[in-house]
């Protein structure tokens, strides 16, 4: 069945950079893939969304510091994240939208602090 994966999570002072990547088992028909996060007692909130045309929308509050990317014939989704502020830090979950269902990561945690 069809699993999703995070990684790249960790560590990192403010301003800094990270990249997360998220790779999807299988072939999936989707529509889009997507970052999510959520931190501790907080919703979860869409971060960056892509579709299967590279159309992108961000959180207004990563719009210009983050980017995110789909290569490898759409099984894998990337986020590069630049300028990282402290209220980036959250628990970011992959995200992969298909015709049927929504298929969900577990997720990699990102803690930005000095």
């Given at each position: 069945q069809v699993q999703l994966v995070e990684s790249g999570g960790g560590l990192v002072q403010p301003g800094g950079s990270l990249r997360l990547s998220c790779t999807v088992s299988g072939t999936i028909f989707g529509i889009y893939m997507a970052w999510y996060r959520q931190a501790p007692g907080k919703?979860?909130?869409?971060?960056?969304?892509?579709?299967?045309?590279?159309?992108?929308?961000?959180?207004?509050?990563?719009?210009?510091r983050f980017t995110i990317s789909r290569d490898n014939a759409k099984n894998t989704v990337s986020l590069q994240m630049n300028s990282l502020k402290p209220e980036d830090t959250a628990v970011y979950y992959c995200d992969a939208k298909t015709t049927v269902m929504h298929y969900w990561g577990k997720g990699t945690l990102v803690t930005v602090s000095s």
């Open positions: 919703q979860r909130e869409l971060v960056a969304r892509i579709t299967t045309g590279s159309t992108t929308i961000y959180l207004d509050s990563v719009k210009g």
